[in-house]
């Protein structure tokens, strides 16, 4: 099959944010006379947003520290986030190992490629462009870009309508039982890279159609599915 159209999540697929994301929630939480988090377990809740990540987060802190409550009112916690996410996003992000030259790859091949996250917009575009990442996608598409957001089928038929492709010869890669989900929704072939952020679960237990051990694994693969030389060594 040939491949027209490809779909990657951000965080946990092309880049490494939970540092940032961590970082951002800590000062928010310290903000309020909270303590901080380790990043391990911020990384658990990361995947659907940075506002439900940091509802995530709040109800695991007073599960732990009932008598935080009153200190820690959502609402307020929640603009502040936006404060602090604004000045950390992007700071220490990095891509995975290979990506750069994957996406340039496959963007050489003709390729046509969208970042879809449940990142909020504004906050993905500043991650992909202090990447430097910013320039392999045709289009971005964040968790407040449409009125639905991943696992809804609808945002994947955005991007396949968008970029002129068609369902059976598109993929999504993702690193979350979300993306996968998404995927299968959509109609489009689900793939999964094994690192990212999962919820701390094993990728296979979302069964993706295809699990990659990287983005250049990906590249090569649709290089070969369009007729293409593999990637060269």
């Known amino acids: 099959m040939r491949y027209s159209v490809l779909s990657f999540d951000l965080d946990g697929t092309l880049v490494d944010t939970a540092a940032e994301i961590a970082e951002a929630a800590n000062r928010t939480l310290e903000e309020f006379g909270a303590p901080r988090q380790p990043v391990a377990l911020v990384e658990r809740f990361i995947g659907a947003g940075?506002?439900?990540?940091?509802?995530r987060l709040l109800a695991h802190v007073l599960h732990e520290r009932s008598e935080l409550a009153p200190k820690l009112p959502?609402?307020?916690?929640?603009?502040?986030l936006k404060f602090h996410y604004g000045v950390t996003a992007?700071?220490?992000a990095r891509p995975y190992e290979g990506v750069p030259q994957a996406l340039q790859t496959l963007a050489d091949a003709g390729v046509r490629?969208?970042?879809?996250?449940?990142?909020?917009?504004?906050?993905?575009?500043?991650?992909?462009?202090r990447t430097r990442l910013d320039r392999f996608f045709?289009?971005?598409?964040?968790g407040d870009s449409l009125p639905v957001k991943k696992p809804h089928p609808e945002v994947l038929h955005h991007v396949v309508r968008v970029l002129g492709g068609q369902p059976q010869r598109a993929a999504h890669v993702g690193d979350s039982?979300?993306?996968v989900d998404t995927a299968r929704a959509a109609g489009v072939d689900a793939w999964a890279v094994p690192y990212g952020y999962n919820g701390g679960q094993a990728i296979e237990t979302a069964a993706?159609?295809?699990?990659?051990?990287?983005?250049?694994?990906v590249a090569e693969h649709?290089?070969?599915?369009?007729?293409?030389?593999?990637?060269?060594?």
């Open 90 to 92: 992007g700071l220490s």
């Open 50 to 55: 940075t506002r439900e990540m940091m509802l």
């Open 208 to 217: 993706p159609q295809r699990l990659f051990r990287s983005l250049r694994e």
């Open 138 to 142: 045709d289009l971005v598409v964040g």
């Open 222 to 233: 649709v290089l070969q599915a369009n007729g293409e030389h593999a990637v060269a060594a």
């Open 74 to 80: 959502p609402d307020a916690v929640l603009e502040r």
């Open 177 to 179: 039982q979300t993306d």
């Open 113 to 129: 490629m969208a970042c879809l996250t449940n990142k909020e917009h504004r906050y993905a575009i500043r991650v992909l462009e």
